[in-house]
């Protein structure tokens, strides 16, 4: 963890949380700090199962095929494998990096101007998102709004009896999901759907037809990859800008490197700066885990928090300086540069390589102009996602 007294460069802190102790339970709960015990945990492919994105609440035997998100074992990793391949980093440069660069131009203005970030950001990730799922026959400003209304829910703790809520908030949770899913549904997912029963093309929808899934099933994949790919996607971009933006000689650093070197300073701002600051995990079978020298063993029922911000700042993976930005920092075998940013094992979000290459892609062309911050962004806090969202982020462009 950071040396007390050393200034950091994290701006996503949220006040309730601490990077201490490394392990704690508390009662059925246990909050993991630790980097080496976290990925430990989720590299568990039998014992534990998917406790976060209130997967526990989504209702079985209504769906064919449970969501990718939120199912484990055999099942989800025969998915994983399959899906995988849309998103592999050779496939991603490949099929997307042209849409990419033409929409980032688009997008922003040619001449001099003011943006609102987050907005723009939104509008690309979901333009270049939905290609790759198959959400192409309905219009993408419309289509943002409607993903970002899923978002519109009462505060929930993943920790408590029943999410912590009232049945008031049960009851306008209810109100507020259900109408979006179905706007959803019939806007943006039924009109991709029918046009890929009647041909096929190269992206998830396609797949997900072929492999036997009904409509709900599809709906149900669509609102994740709408909401988990694109929607955070747009976070870290704003945030990204924000840090270069305040760092010059990491700007200019960026500016002149290559595609690689500039991966990797993205890589080391959403280390610092990890969009989702929680993954759980229900323990169905006793887990051993070990954090220097100590071992720990959770039992079945045990709600395992996995907190990702400060695991990303774990000395004992990161090294020295951990809440500083120091791209191409050394790191043991086998740790991502985006440490848990992504996650690990099994349910490793598969579209790290797709977030980071739109993100440089529109990144690279933003900072290239003379760019000042007329207001910096405020950080709000998403429960859904466990992670910040950055708002109001206007910029002028000379």
């Known amino acids: ?16 949380e601490t990077d201490s102790p490394r392990i704690e339970r508390e009662g059925i709960v246990w909050r993991v700090r630790s980097a080496s015990a976290a990925r430990q945990v989720l590299r568990e492919r039998r014992t534990t199962t998917q406790a976060g994105f209130t997967a526990e609440w989504i209702p079985k035997g209504y769906l064919k095929h449970h969501p990718i998100l939120m199912s484990d074992g055999p099942q989800h990793d025969g998915q994983r494998t399959k899906v995988g391949r849309f998103f592999a980093p050779r496939v991603v440069e490949e099929r997307y990096l042209g849409l990419m660069e033409s929409c ?3 997008l922003l203005p040619s001449g001099a101007g003011e943006v609102q970030l987050d907005d723009l950001a939104l509008l690309y990730t979901v333009e270049v998102t939905a290609e790759a799922v198959g959400l192409t026959e309905s219009p993408v400003p419309a289509m943002a709004g409607r993903l970002v209304s899923f978002f519109n829910q009462p505060p929930f703790d993943l920790t408590k009896p029943r999410l912590g809520r009232t049945p008031q908030q049960w009851a306008l949770a209810a109100k507020n999901g259900l109408w979006p899913i179905m706007r959803f549904w019939w806007a943006d997912v039924r009109p ?14 396609s797949h997900l037809i072929d492999e036997g899934y009904t409509d709900a099933d599809i709906l149900v994949e669509c609102v994740t990859y709408g909401t988990a790919g694109m929607v ?13 933006l305040g760092n010059d000689p990491l ?27 929680h993954l759980y995990r229900r323990v169905q079978q006793p887990v051993t885990f070990t954090d220097q020298g100590e071992s720990f063993t959770a039992d079945p029922g045990d709600l395992i928090d996995l907190c990702i911000r400060p695991a990303n700042a774990d000395v004992d993976v990161v090294g020295d300086d951990p809440l500083q930005l120091c791209p191409g920092r050394p ?3 086998g740790v991502n540069e985006a440490v848990l940013s992504f996650g ?6 598969p579209g790290q390589p797709l977030a980071m290459l739109e993100s440089d892609v529109l990144l690279h062309r933003l900072l290239a102009r003379e760019v000042t911050i007329v207001s910096e962004p405020t950080i709000e ?12 982020f206007h910029l002028r462009l000379d």
């Open 251 to 277: 700007r200019e650093r960026y500016l002149i490197a290559g595609q690689r070197e500039r991966l990797a300073i993205l890589n080391e701002i959403i280390r610092l700066e990890p969009v989702v600051g």
């Open 192 to 205: 991709a759907v029918r046009a890929r029963r009647r041909e096929r093309r190269t992206d998830v929808i």
């Open 1 to 16: 963890m950071q040396a007390a007294g050393t200034p950091g460069r994290r701006r996503a802190v949220r006040p309730e």
């Open 104 to 106: 980032a131009e688009r």
């Open 344 to 349: 690990d094992g099994a349910h490793k979000c």
């Open 232 to 244: 955070t996607t747009r976070e870290f971009i704003a945030m990204a800008a924000w840090h270069l």
């Open 331 to 333: 790191l043991p075998s």
């Open 381 to 392: 806090w998403d429960d859904l996602i466990a992670g910040y969202a950055l708002r109001g």
